[in-house]
């Protein structure tokens, strides 16, 4: 991925999560950047479909584009960053 993308994501995110807006500034690990679709499903490299994810974000989410809402149980799934981060940021956290 080239380190122009890079930046323009870590950018537009503010050094946050994208998913559940924790800085970067005091973690130990460094924040990765998250295909939003994953690769193998056909999701592309580009600003619109790549998030800035902290470690546990991107772990829970994994190769997942859906989750069940642990307050209904219904199903969600999205293909945006806006659309995952604003499940995941709800009071009632997504669980992936």
């Known amino acids: 991925m080239p380190a122009t993308l890079q930046r323009r994501v870590r950018e537009r995110a503010a050094d946050r999560c994208e998913y559940c807006r924790l800085a970067q500034v005091g973690q130990e690990a460094t924040f990765h950047i998250d295909h939003v679709q994953p690769r193998h499903e056909g999701g592309?490299?580009?600003?619109?479909?790549?998030?800035?994810?902290?470690?546990?974000?991107?772990?829970?989410?994994?190769?997942?584009?859906h989750g069940s809402d642990p307050t209904t149980g219904a199903l969600r799934t999205s293909s945006t960053r806006a659309g995952l981060a604003g499940k995941i940021t709800s009071k009632s956290r997504t669980s992936f």
């Open 44 to 65: 592309m490299t580009t600003l619109e479909n790549l998030a800035l994810a902290c470690v546990s974000c991107s772990l829970r989410k994994g190769a997942r584009t």
